[in-house]
């Protein structure tokens, strides 16, 4: 079993910066991806990024530039610096682990932009 715990949401004006981080525990194999989804109230769950085993990256057209994944495959840590944040980044960002075809979720982490 795996367990994901997110931490580092809260509320930031716009054009502020917030850094998430999520943590894995468990049986965890050293290949797996881990990434990023977020749901804003009213909306449909939207994906905002990954990062792979060996550092490789994507990420939603909505966020490139502006949001960087890193991982610490020591720590089985993967962080989300967020820099430039919209309004419309506010939602509550879950942390996915993906090992082969099963996936992963943390609890959530809320993230707000307002003025």
């Known amino acids: 079993q795996v367990q994901l715990v997110e931490s580092g949401g809260g509320s930031v004006q716009p054009g502020g910066s917030l850094r998430l981080s999520c943590a894995a525990s468990?049986?965890?194999?050293?290949?797996?991806?881990m990434g990023w989804y977020r749901q804003a109230p009213g909306k449909q769950r939207e994906w905002v990024n990954f990062?792979?085993?060996?550092?490789?990256?994507n990420y939603a057209a909505s966020v490139k530039g502006r949001f960087t994944i890193s991982r610490d495959n020591a720590k089985n840590t993967v962080h989300l610096q967020m820099n430039s944040l919209k309004t419309e980044d506010t939602a509550l960002y879950s942390c996915?682990?993906?090992?082969?075809?099963?996936?992963?979720w943390g609890q959530g982490t809320q993230v707000t932009v307002s003025s």
């Open positions: 996915y682990l993906r090992i082969g075809i099963k996936n992963y």
């Open positions: 990062i792979t085993a060996d550092g490789t990256t």
């Open positions: 468990g049986t965890i194999s050293t290949i797996y991806t």
